[in-house]
């Protein structure tokens, strides 16, 4: 889970309560998964490149942040041999099927 930097809410408590079930890392520095410099590059290309960002620095930020944290997401799981990955949006999510939550 990538927290954005200027969230002044965490999600630890939610997530919490899949403890048992399974296993969440959260990556509060972004610096651990984007080159800043390239980031900042990045964004600016981005916002040159699509015209509904071009005078929305947050937005274009928001979107390279996200594919980075992706990219990254997706090599830490293939190192430790994982066999798929779901990435997923803030609205959306997995329901859990009751009937075969002992499984």
């Known amino acids: 889970v990538a927290v954005d930097p200027r969230s002044t809410t965490a999600p630890n408590d939610v997530l919490k309560r899949w403890a048992e ?3 969440v ?3 509060h520095n972004e ?9 900042h590059q990045q964004v600016e290309e981005r916002m040159e490149d ?10 274009s930020a928001h979107r390279v942040r996200q594919k980075e944290f992706n990219n990254e ?5 293939k190192m430790k041999g994982r066999g798929w990955t779901f990435l997923t949006d803030t609205d959306e999510f997995i329901y859990m099927n009751p009937r075969k939550k002992d499984q």
Do not use: G, P, T
């Open 21 to 23: 079930r399974i296993n």
């Open 25 to 27: 890392e959260i990556w």
């Open 31 to 39: 610096e651990v998964y984007m080159d800043l410099q390239k980031f």
């Open 50 to 59: 699509h015209h509904r960002e071009a005078s929305n620095f947050d937005l």
């Open 73 to 77: 997401c997706i090599k830490a799981h």
